[in-house]
């Protein structure tokens, strides 16, 4: 089994306090792994697949296409300690908090090429361009009117349950999830539908979107709805997220630990009837 190089650095019960703390930290940031089907492919000896299927659904009757592959992404975002910090972890957790800070880049770099983030960041190998937000047909794309670039929160609404009504008519059902750039979630949250009355297009959401989330790792002004009543996208782990010991350094003058937090994934859109698009 993959140690990532811990023999050489602390016990099994700190690096197991790391491990939970990175867990935990990804559990509460991704909002990608909350909304869709995520699948470990990773066996105990530490082996896993380099490549994975991205055929969608097709024809009549229902197939998968052989053929069309990609290789899992890497993301690696590296962090130091000084021998100091390595010496006192146990009782300061320095580790813990900088590979906690660096799952929140990991998140935001994995979302920003699931959802389709324009420029989307280079990952360490594999990746493509694309995204949710950027599919082809037939993801449906609806459009949300914005007059002189401003977005009415009657305009919000009423393209999101035009988006539900897309679903519906495609045969798949609720609950949904809607995730907003956050623009588009500013609007959702604050903006009055009626002078008269406080209630936003976010009130008026929970009546029929189970799920409903800002992500910056949309491009701006756009948002997906998606129905979590079945699978049009998914996200497979060659290997979940952890923390590796990369290095000690040997003769420098200012000697520094070197660790990362990384992950190998990638994402298979499989059927994009059961997501609509919002962009203004």
Known sequence: MTNY???????????????????DQVKRLSIARRVFETVDLSAASGGAPSWISTAQI??????????????FVEISIPFELTP???AAEATH??????????????????EQLIFGANPAPAPSAGGRPGGL??????????????????IAAQDLLNSVMAAVATLARRGWPDPYALILDPGLFQVAVTEQLDPGRPETPADRFARRIHDYAVS???PPNQGVLVSLAGDPLTIYLAHDVAAAFTGQPIGAVNPVYG???????????????????LQA
């Open 216 to 218: 910056g790792a949309l």
């Open 84 to 86: 100091a910090q390595v």
């Open 93 to 110: 957790h320095t580790a813990r908090g900088l590979a906690c800070a660096a799952v929140r880049t990991l998140v935001q770099q994995e």
């Open 5 to 23: 190089g811990r023999d050489g650095i602390w016990d099994a019960a700190t690096w197991a306090e790391i491990d939970q703390a990175v867990a």
């Open 58 to 71: 097709a024809g009549a009757p229902l197939n998968i296409p052989q053929g069309a592959a990609d290789p």
């Open 133 to 150: 937000a950027a599919g082809p047909p037939p993801l449906a794309v609806e459009n949300i009117p914005a007059a002189a670039g401003v």
């Open 259 to 277: 660790f990362r937090v990384f992950e190998r994934f990638q994402y298979v859109i499989t059927d994009l009837t059961g997501a609509v698009a």
